[in-house]
């Protein structure tokens, strides 16, 4: 079992940054696959972003050009850097970590943009 600790969440206005964080803390796993989802209440969660071992990456069209996924290897961390942030990018957002897909989950973060 694998243990995703996220950080990074909050409140901000539109055109605002943040950098979500995940973590996880001791874990042994090769974890090929680590990315970042979000969900709104009633609809179903979305993949936002992925990035794999090797360092590649894949974006949902909506957050092309204003979001950034990053790794750190040595530390099974993954991070997320959100710019020109807008009102429909509010979600709980949710770190995921596998060895190919998303076994793992993490307990999600808050994200509210202000408009």
């Known amino acids: 079992q694998v243990r995703l600790v996220e950080s990074g969440g909050g409140l901000v206005q539109a055109g605002g940054s943040l950098r979500l964080s995940c973590t996880a803390p001791g874990s042994t796993y090769r974890l090929n696959f680590m990315g970042w989802y979000r969900q709104v209440p009633g609809n179903q969660r979305e993949l936002v972003a992925e990035i794999t071992r090797g360092g590649s990456t894949n974006y949902v069209d909506s957050v092309k050009g204003r979001f950034t996924v990053s790794r750190n290897n040595a530390e099974n961390t993954v991070y997320l850097q959100m710019n020109s942030l807008k009102p429909e990018d509010t979600a709980v957002y949710y770190c995921?970590?596998?060895?190919?897909?998303?076994?793992?989950w993490g307990q999600g973060t808050q994200v509210t943009v202000s408009s």
């Open positions: 995921a970590a596998g060895l190919r897909s998303a076994n793992y």
